[in-house]
């Protein structure tokens, strides 16, 4: 049994961040604390380093939750919706999650409210003006043409994770992606102008741009405001440390 060694009180969300790398020993944990939907997944990638970094994720998370739960993280039970999101198998569930992963780093948010997403993307050089065009809503196309080219990558990116933060939150899923309008020119306090062209609705969710690693972006989403924000690292050396508890 595993203490419970974080406590999650209403109106507070706890981000978790990490390096998707692991030593042999540490990946071979991993592997054995995940069930076997996930190993199957796993062997999904075509590629053996994104089987790794699922597998990293998905064990991290595992743990991660373990310490909120009192329970070892082989115990942790998932289900999905439609479109695939995950939540804890448990009636009532105890507490939500979201997570996201991308070019070796993953982040986790961790609350007690069910509409909860989160996304992190790598900045890089992509056709952005061509994918804003068809994915973005016309306000944003226009406000990101207008900006010069070195400018419009991180731009692209913090739109697409607002974006993607809020319809991971709903379950919806990508085919959503123009019926939500971020507010530009975009500044530190990132909003969402409206949801299916409806204000009032967009003014019942929160979005909170989350410091990370340079030339990454990531963003949360979650319904409701006044959210307070605790951040958490997980590291190689805590993943070694509770692989040898474990295992005593």
Partial sequence: ??????????????LWQTNLTASPESLEFYQSILADH???RARRFKFERDQQAFIIARGILRIILSHYLNLSPEQIKFQYSSKG?????????PLYFNLSHAYGKAIY???????IGIDIEYIR????????????????YRWLNSLDSEAQYPAFFQLWTCKEAYLKATGVGLV???????????????????????????KKWMLQSIETAENYIATLAIKGINYQFKYYQWSQEEAIEYNIIAKD
């Fill in 1 to 14: 049994m595993v203490l419970s060694i974080f406590k999650l009180y209403h109106n507070t969300v706890h």
């Fill in 125 to 140: 050089e992509i056709k952005v003006i061509s994918l804003a065009k068809r994915f973005f809503c016309d306000s944003e």
């Fill in 38 to 40: 996930e190993l199957k």
């Fill in 176 to 202: 959503g992606l123009q019926e939500i309008e971020i507010f530009t020119p975009l500044d530190s306090n990132l909003k969402i102008l409206k949801i299916s062209q409806d204000s009032a609705l967009a």
């Fill in 85 to 93: 999101k995950p939540s804890l198998d448990q009636d009532p569930s």
């Fill in 109 to 115: 948010a961790i609350a007690t409210e069910e509409n």
